[in-house]
């Protein structure tokens, strides 16, 4: 636990308090979280030593809090305040230049309760003419709200993960290195990340570090220390890394997996069992002897608990399952049979049918779908009705050709702002099924979104919905789209939902396969290769199927060719 944490929750108290209008108290928490921020020692060790009331600022009332917190992860005081303000609020603090203050009559003249709302004020000049606001906040909020934006630095999963495994095997090089592992959010397998976290242990940590910051693709050194050094990568991503002594390896990987909230859980849940859990070890609580440690597995059987796996590490349920032995069985990679949604050089792909099927086949799989664009998207090279009739006989030959393998015609339609599909009645026969999504139209309203995906679902030969939710990474966001509604047609249609594995998408992402697997939906994983090389793209639709829950038979591309056969062709 850091200082700084603690100083932050002090912060936060304060700033709620003067948002609520309050005297005298905001100063008081502030003072006491630049005293906390400023100190020279572990907060932590304070307080064992029951000496928090000599920190200058800090009274009887803040120390209990602190206490509180360093005990149980968690302070009521500030969960409670929190629950009495819209959570947007707390959001517009984030932005750059604006205070309590300004947030609390920004609400109190306007009503605005979100950073998007406030936002769309400024841009509406709604501010001007209101006592203490005006013009010039307008663009201050506005300027502060684009640096906020683009401050959110974070990187896609595949990124990080190539410069991960790229760093991390020439770590291991080392023979000093003896075992080394990647941590945080990219362990987990999340969609961006903030930072790569690595793990090393090893005696040798000097060598370590010397080594590591020796990297050819270091563009800065952050910090370099004896357990803990940070780089930053020439493409911007940042990297972490600690060097601990083997007996606790699996305990730091452990908490430097996180998440935090995760982790919060794991500490009371030690709590409740008389132990203490921290990146050294899990210790009896009396006694400080050392129960686990230098297994990560043995960390969570010490606390009672079946291993969980990283990517479901984010307090969405999984210590509860854990600890009655109800963790799923996550679906994996080596469960995929095929590929669903693959384009070639008949659209907007760069290789040949033949191509992608021996591409195919090399990794194991038993078939694929070759899914060009329809007719209307123009820009991907859709095809006409001749050139499709054309393409399927061209399947027909492939498959002659390749045995134990089969490559199956689909066609991956546009669905029209009305909800019909992009395709002539005559030629939906000829394919062996269609899939249906939607390219254009995103700014639509929730209401007629759904409405139109609903009706192109209620299409006989429409099987899968392709990346249901329209959201690229880092570049759009989703659109409005109600996905209760489309979960419940899925079913209702047999529409198999796609996890769509291409790196910018992911979508659905990891809570609504969780929220669709919850009521029952049935999925296919796809990665819209439009390359071979794409075709490795398959492991972040299945992580992002593990974050969802996913078993493999959530998922129907594990199934061997006749099942999935009967499944797209049947009806
Ligand atoms: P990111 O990098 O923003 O995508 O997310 P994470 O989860 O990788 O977060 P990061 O890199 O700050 O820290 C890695 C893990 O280490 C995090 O999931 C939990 C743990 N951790 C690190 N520092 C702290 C801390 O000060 N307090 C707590 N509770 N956990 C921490
Ligand atoms: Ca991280
Ligand atoms: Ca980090
Ligand atoms: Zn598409």
Same mark, same amino acid.
């Given at each position: 636990?850091?200082?700084? @944490?603690?100083?932050?929750?002090?912060?936060?108290?304060?700033?709620?308090?003067?948002i609520q209008d309050v005297k005298f108290k905001p100063q008081?928490?502030?003072?006491?979280?630049?005293?906390?921020?400023?100190?020279?020692?572990?907060?932590?060790?304070?307080?064992?030593?029951?000496?928090?009331?000599?920190?200058?600022?800090?009274?009887?009332?803040?120390?209990?809090?602190?206490?509180?917190?360093?005990?149980?992860?968690?302070?009521?005081?500030?969960?409670?305040?929190?629950?009495?303000?819209?959570?947007?609020?707390?959001?517009?603090?984030?932005?750059?230049?604006?205070?309590?203050?300004?947030?609390?009559?920004?609400?109190?003249?306007?009503?605005?309760?979100?950073?998007? /709302?406030?936002?769309?004020?400024?841009?509406?000049?709604?501010?001007?003419?209101?006592?203490?606001?005006?013009?010039?906040?307008?663009?201050?909020?506005?300027?502060?709200?684009?640096?906020?934006?683009?401050?959110?630095?974070?990187?896609?999963?595949?990124?990080?993960?190539?410069?991960?495994?790229?760093?991390?095997?020439?770590? =291991?090089?080392?023979?000093?290195?003896?075992?080394?592992?990647?941590?945080?959010?990219?362990?987990?397998?999340?969609?961006?990340?903030? @930072?790569?976290?690595?793990?090393?242990?090893?005696?040798?940590?000097?060598?370590?570090?010397?080594?590591?910051? @020796?990297?050819?693709?270091?563009?800065?050194?952050?910090?370099?220390?004896?357990?803990?050094?940070?780089?930053?990568?020439?493409?911007?991503?940042?990297?972490?890394?600690?060097?601990?002594?083997?007996?606790?390896?699996?305990?730091?990987?452990?908490?430097?997996?996180?998440?935090?909230?995760?982790?919060?859980?794991?500490?009371?849940?030690?709590?409740?069992?008389?132990?203490?859990?921290?990146?050294?070890?899990?210790?009896?609580?009396?006694?400080?002897?050392?129960?686990?440690?230098?297994?990560?597995?043995?960390?969570?059987?010490?606390?009672?608990?079946?291993?969980?796996?990283?990517?479901?590490?984010?307090?969405?349920?999984?210590?509860?399952?854990?600890?009655?032995?109800?963790?799923?069985?996550?679906?994996?990679?080596?469960?995929?049979?095929?590929?669903?949604?693959?384009?070639?050089?008949?659209?907007?792909?760069?290789?040949?049918?033949?191509?992608?099927?021996?591409?195919?086949?090399?990794?194991?799989?038993?078939y694929m779908a070759v899914t060009d664009h329809s007719e209307?998207?123009?820009?991907?090279?859709?095809?006409?009705?001749?050139?499709?009739?054309?393409?399927?006989?061209?399947?027909?030959?492939?498959?002659?050709?390749?045995?134990?393998?089969?490559?199956?015609?689909?066609?991956?339609?546009?669905?029209?702002?009305?909800?019909?599909?992009?395709?002539?009645?005559?030629?939906?026969?000829?394919?062996?099924?269609?899939?249906?999504?939607?390219?254009?139209?995103?700014?639509?309203?929730? /209401?007629?979104?759904?409405?139109?995906?609903?009706?192109?679902?209620? =299409?006989?030969?429409?099987?899968?919905?392709? #990346?249901?939710?329209?959201?690229?990474?880092?570049?759009?966001?989703?659109?409005?789209? =109600?996905?209760?509604?489309?979960?419940?047609?899925?079913?209702?249609?047999?529409?198999?939902?796609?996890?769509?594995?291409?790196?910018?998408?992911?979508?659905?992402? /990891?809570? =609504?396969?969780?929220?669709?697997?919850?009521?029952?939906?049935?999925?296919?994983?796809?990665? @819209?290769?439009?390359?071979?090389? #794409?075709?490795?793209?398959?492991?972040?639709?299945?992580?992002?199927?593990?974050?969802?829950?996913?078993? $493999?038979?959530?998922?129907?591309?594990?199934?061997?060719?006749?099942?999935?056969? $009967?499944?797209?062709?049947?009806?």
């Open positions: 636990m850091k200082n700084e @944490d603690v100083a932050n929750l002090f912060y936060e108290i304060a700033d709620i308090l003067e008081a928490y502030r003072r006491a979280a630049q005293n906390i921020e400023s100190l020279g020692e572990n907060i932590e060790e304070v307080h064992k030593k029951g000496k928090l009331r000599d920190i200058p600022g800090i009274g009887e009332a803040i120390a209990k809090k602190i206490g509180e917190f360093l005990d149980t992860g968690e302070l009521k005081y500030l969960d409670k305040l929190k629950q009495e303000v819209p959570e947007g609020l707390l959001m517009m603090l984030e932005i750059p230049g604006l205070g309590p203050k300004k947030v609390a009559l920004l609400y109190k003249e306007l009503g605005i309760s979100d950073v998007q /709302d406030l936002k769309s004020a400024c841009e509406n000049h709604m501010l001007e003419g209101i006592k203490g606001l005006g013009a010039k906040t307008e663009e201050n909020i506005l300027r502060g709200i684009k640096l906020l934006e683009s401050s959110k630095d974070r990187y896609l999963l595949h990124q990080a993960l190539m410069d991960g495994e790229a760093l991390k095997q020439y770590l =291991n090089v080392l023979k000093a290195v003896k075992k080394i592992e990647l941590a945080g959010s990219l362990r987990r397998m999340k969609e961006t990340v903030g @930072d790569i976290d690595i793990l090393v242990s090893s005696q040798k940590q000097k060598a370590v570090m010397n080594r590591f910051v @020796d990297y050819e693709e270091v563009a800065e050194v952050v910090m370099k220390g004896d357990t803990k050094s940070s780089i930053r990568l020439k493409d911007g991503v940042q990297v972490d890394l600690r060097v601990v002594p083997k007996e606790s390896f699996g305990a730091a990987l452990q908490y430097f997996t996180g998440s935090k909230e995760h982790n919060v859980k794991l500490r009371k849940l030690a709590i409740s069992k008389g132990l203490k859990i921290n990146e050294y070890g899990v210790f009896k609580k009396d006694s400080d002897e050392r129960i686990a440690g230098d297994d990560e597995k043995k960390v969570y059987a010490a606390l009672g608990l079946n291993y969980v796996e990283p990517e479901l590490r984010e307090d969405r349920g999984e210590v509860e399952l854990a600890l009655k032995s109800e963790i799923p069985r996550l679906i994996e990679l080596a469960d995929i049979k095929g590929d669903l949604q693959v384009h070639t050089e008949w659209s907007d792909g760069i290789s040949s049918i033949k191509e992608m099927a021996e591409e195919a086949k090399k990794r194991g799989y038993l209307s998207l123009k820009i991907a090279g859709g095809l006409s009705k001749k050139r499709l009739l054309e393409q399927i006989e061209e399947i027909h030959r492939v498959n002659r050709k390749i045995s134990d393998f089969r490559v199956f015609s689909s066609i991956e339609c546009n669905i029209n702002s009305n909800g019909t599909l992009d395709i002539k009645s005559e030629v939906m026969n000829e394919v062996d099924f269609i899939i249906g999504a939607v390219h254009s139209g995103f700014s639509m309203s929730e /209401d007629a979104q759904t409405k139109r995906i609903i009706k192109a679902m209620e =299409n006989e030969t429409m099987k899968i919905l392709a #990346h249901p939710t329209g959201r690229m990474l880092k570049r759009r966001e989703a659109f409005k789209v =109600n996905i209760e509604k489309i979960v419940e047609s899925a079913n209702a249609n047999d529409v198999f939902l796609e996890i769509n594995a291409f790196p910018v998408r992911l979508d659905l992402n /990891d809570i =609504n396969v969780k929220y669709a697997k919850e009521k029952g939906a049935k999925f296919v994983i796809s990665t @819209d290769t439009h390359k071979m090389a #794409h075709l490795d793209f398959m492991r972040f639709g299945v992580a992002t199927a593990r974050r969802g829950w996913l078993e $493999k038979k959530d998922v129907i591309n594990t199934l061997p060719t006749r099942q999935i056969e $009967k499944l797209l062709r049947g009806r």
